[in-house]
Structures are given as C-alpha cells and as structure tokens.
C-alpha cells in the first residue's frame, strides 16, 4: 500500500486542521491506519490508529479528546481532524498502514512521506 498525506500547514493556536491520507491498492480494508508525528529534534512518537473497520482506535495521551482519526474504506481515505491544537502539535505528520490496530501504535509496516503541521503562538 502506498501512502500521500495532505492538509499540512500553518495555524494559530487554538485552532484546527484536518489531515488527510489518501492510500493507493486495492487491499485498503485489510489495513489498520493510523498517524505518527516528529517534532524537530524528537522521536517519532504515536498519535491516532484505527482498526480495518474503524471499531478499535486509539490515540496518544497527548492528543487524547482533541483528535479523531476517522476512515472511509470506499474512498480508501483516513483522516485526522485536529482541534484545539497547540504549538507542541508542531510536527511532520506520518501517515502510516499495518497488519492491526496496535493502542500504543506498533506494528505500522507502512509509511507515507509526512505533511508538517506548524502551530503558532
């Protein structure tokens, strides 16, 4: 599976922003989906996931009540709607594939070239 995230950019604090990722193949459903992000100078770190058929997701402490990862298996599309954000959301936003829906992340076999997301003050 390929992967191309989009809606990246530039937003003020307390904003929102939805990312995108759009897969390519015709396996998307087999897929758990889900979303890693680096901030300049950090680890890669987990953010959202989701089961094949979106009934399992799981997010990171950090962004827990403010994001929602949401999966359209038609479209083969996952999203991440991004509220309230705050400048330690500012990151390259991974779009990432796997076997399952780990609740820590792990296992996503599949990445895609990350979208930045910048959070001002």
């Known amino acids: 599976v390929q992967l191309q995230a989009s809606g990246g950019g530039l937003v003020q604090a307390g904003g929102s922003l939805k990312l995108s990722c759009a897969a390519s193949?015709?396996?998307?459903?087999?897929?758990?989906m889900g979303w890693w992000r680096q901030a300049p100078g950090l680890e890669r770190e987990f953010v959202a996931v989701?089961?094949?058929?979106?009934?399992?997701?799981y997010y990171a402490d950090s962004v827990k009540g403010r994001f929602t990862i949401s999966r359209d298996n038609a479209d083969n599309v996952v999203s991440l709607q991004m509220n309230s954000l705050t400048p330690e959301d500012t990151a390259v936003y991974f779009c990432?594939?796997?076997?399952?829906?780990?609740?820590?992340?792990?296992?996503?076999?599949?990445w895609g070239k990350g979208t930045q997301v910048t959070v001002s003050s």
């Open positions: 990432v594939a796997g076997e399952r829906a780990h609740p820590r992340g792990y296992g996503m076999e599949h």
């Open positions: 193949g015709r396996t998307f459903d087999r897929y758990a």
């Open positions: 989701t089961s094949w058929n979106g009934a399992n997701t």
